[in-house]
């Protein structure tokens, strides 16, 4: 009955703020109506013009905003598998061959897009990378997990020992937060590799959480085979 109450109160006074209706009158007519009635046949609390003309440009926005959610419920991108991210990663960064360009999707439980941002854009040799805006974007979105992705101008689908370190000061950061960094996609050309199918992926923190810019450099990544978290963990 409380938590009814209080979703009442919020309600009128939302309606209240946003129409000129008093809260009187809202809850008087609610004590024996359905509340929502208000907004479905306004004209039940007698509103003047100007409270009416705001009453109908509220009902046009929410319908607005329904149709808006329907679409975009129906045009959800949802990764299912390395190859799901990585055609998609492939057709972002494919034909750029000028610079490097370092890209976050954030997504939700069902590992589709909230958001898709372009966290850093560098030269062709090199890109410099925020941990703390990635984190700020994170939070923004309430995400459930990430997959990081960036290209390599020359071409090569090897992830370099840069690569590996700077997805595991990613992990570092996010795992204390349970935001799992599901993979890293490398893109050189059209095509693409993922670091979690390939097996060099860090899953697991390591270290304290540095929050530093990290460089990437794409003169080393052109000349570095794969390596898995323990070779990393030796040098």
Known sequence: MATKAKYSDSFFQSLNKLT??????????????????????????????????????????????????????????????????????????????????????????????????????GTTNMAVVYPRDILKMALANDCSSIILSHNHPGGSLKASREDVALTQRIVDIFRPLDIKVLDHIIVGGYSFSSMAENGVLPNDRMDVANYEPIKLSAAEEEQVEYISVDEEMEL
Not at 28 to 45: C, D, M, Q, T
Not at 63 to 89: C, H, M, R, W
Not at 93 to 107: M, N, P, S, T
Request: without cysteine.
């Open 20 to 121: 000129g209706i008093p809260m009187s009158k809202l809850k008087s007519y609610a004590k024996e109506n359905n509340p929502f009635n208000i907004l479905e046949h306004p004209g039940v609390v007698e509103p003047n013009d100007r409270q009416l003309e705001k009453l109908n440009k509220l009902n046009e926005f929410i319908a607005s905003y329904n149709v808006l959610k329907l679409e975009q419920e129906n045009d959800k991108i949802t990764f299912k598998s390395p190859n799901d991210s990585g055609k998609y990663f492939a057709s972002l960064l494919g034909g750029v061959k000028d610079k490097e360009r370092f890209l976050v999707a954030f997504l939700d439980n069902s590992n589709s897009i909230i958001e898709l941002r372009t966290v850093s854009q």
